[in-house]
């Protein structure tokens, strides 16, 4: 790992997400909306923006590619942790979360740290899907806290959110499942990727 890679404007950009979400849970607790929907934005714009211009920048680093997911699960734990502690989650959906999200950030400390053994990371569809599944929820419940002239033209979200939360929890399911014996395999050392 180059110290260098810290620097690279895509994992500035994927560091940025962690910086912006004590404002975003601010002007989420104090319902000021323009602050909420920028933050928020950022935040899901910047998943996308920092592997787009990794890519097109050629500035793709082996930091790069463990920090954008480490990122993404703790924006989820944050977020999510928030809206089940304003009562606006589903406990079954929030301990697959939970459990899913802290098992992937553990094998961190303890591949690379502990171990000293250093893996790659190439999701796969379904594990993308997940992902961008969490932020499509997260924008939805941060949608709830706009004002009420707002909410109104969103009052459909209310009726395809139970089938957002079946299809997100089954992927939650499936890629703990598939990631327990990965990890397995990367720590004795048959395999080196976690997909």
Same mark, same amino acid.
């Given at each position: 790992?180059?110290?260098?890679?810290?620097? $690279? &404007?895509?994992?500035?950009?994927?560091?940025?997400?962690?910086?912006?979400? !004590?404002?975003?849970?601010y002007?989420?607790? /104090?319902?000021?909306?323009?602050?909420? &929907?920028?933050?928020?934005?950022?935040?899901?714009?910047?998943?996308?923006?920092?592997?787009?211009?990794?890519?097109?920048?050629?500035?793709?680093?082996?930091?790069?590619?463990? $920090?954008?997911?480490?990122?993404?699960?703790?924006?989820?734990?944050?977020?999510?942790? @928030?809206?089940?502690y304003? #009562?606006?989650?589903?406990?079954i959906?929030?301990?697959?979360?939970?459990?899913?999200? =802290?098992?992937?950030?553990?094998?961190?400390? !303890?591949?690379?740290?502990?171990?000293? !053994?250093?893996?790659?990371?190439?999701?796969?569809?379904?594990?993308?899907?997940?992902?961008? $599944?969490? %932020?499509? =929820?997260?924008?939805i419940?941060? &949608?709830?806290?706009?004002?009420?002239?707002? =909410?109104?033209?969103?009052?459909?979200?209310?009726?395809?959110?139970?089938i957002l939360?079946?299809?997100? #929890? /089954?992927?939650?399911?499936y890629?703990?499942? /598939?990631?327990?014996?990965?990890?397995?395999?990367? @720590?004795?050392? /048959?395999?080196?990727? %976690?997909?």
């Open positions: 790992m180059n110290g260098k890679d810290l620097f $690279l &404007i895509p994992n500035a950009i994927t560091l940025s997400r962690i910086f912006v979400l !004590i404002p975003a849970i002007f989420l607790n /104090t319902k000021s909306s323009i602050g909420m &929907i920028l933050s928020l934005s950022w935040i899901f714009l910047s998943d996308f923006l920092d592997g787009y211009l990794a890519r097109r920048l050629h500035q793709t680093s082996y930091l790069g590619a463990i $920090l954008d997911p480490i990122c993404d699960k703790i924006v989820v734990l944050c977020m999510f942790s @928030y809206f089940f304003m #009562g606006k989650l589903p406990n959906y929030y301990f697959l979360i939970l459990t899913r999200d =802290i098992a992937q950030l553990m094998s961190v400390p !303890i591949l690379l740290l502990w171990k000293k !053994i250093e893996f790659k990371v190439k999701p796969k569809l379904i594990p993308k899907w997940g992902t961008a $599944l969490n %932020f499509i =929820i997260l924008a419940l941060g &949608i709830s806290f706009l004002p009420k002239e707002i =909410i109104s033209y969103f009052s459909f979200l209310e009726s395809i959110s139970p939360y079946l299809i997100s #929890g /089954t992927i939650e399911v890629i703990l499942i /598939t990631y327990l014996p990965r990890f397995y395999q990367i @720590y004795i050392g /048959t395999h080196d990727t %976690f997909e």
